[in-house]
């Protein structure tokens, strides 16, 4: 059989995932340690703000966790050539505090518990810095754009339509959370791109 000369496998870099993980490990940790329902302690703060960002690891079940840590995975394993450690670690901070001040403030929740608003964040985000970055030589961009209107039919599906109560997630869906966390990522997206083209024309060099 005909080997391709110095060819090297392209190999997962757990280093760009770390955040991710501890993310993932956080979750775990928390539901174990609260199993009880989460609405039954959701006074922690005295303050809905600081509520959601301690609730956002919380889960109302097994499935509701495990539906959660598939998509964080997804994320870190799927994303991962084209994000960076920092950039990781980023997305999720921000998607995590921003999807609490849009439930404390925009679309004002009684209660919240999950991380599928900061996860649609951390998606919406990823989706576009690697939109950006694909090149053409590295393979077509219609899996990008697929995803991408996923999302959106999922966004207009759960508008239009009330999702209630989830049987797998064991308890009802807060699509409040989800737009928030698309929002976040699109502001997320919006401050990192700046801050490339920022780095890019501070490196151009100046003509006399």
Known sequence: MKTIGNYTA????????????VVGIVALAT???LFEHPQQALDLTGSFFGDTLLTQFMHMGWGHLLLNLA??????????????AKEDAFLLLGAWILTAGYLSWIEPLRWYCGLSGALHGVFVAKLLLTWDRHGIEKGP?????VMGLGLIAKLLIEWFQNPGFDAL??????????????LAGLVLYAILRALRLFKTLNASPTSD
């Open 10 to 21: 392209v190999k997962f870099d757990y280093r760009r995932v770390v955040a991710s993980f």
């Open 31 to 33: 539901h174990l340690a």
């Open 71 to 84: 998509g964080l995975a997804v994320l870190a394993w799927g994303f991962e050539s084209h994000i960076s």
């Open 141 to 145: 961009r219609w899996p990008l754009l």
């Open 169 to 182: 997630a064991g308890g009802p869906v807060a699509v409040e959370g989800h737009r928030g966390g698309v």
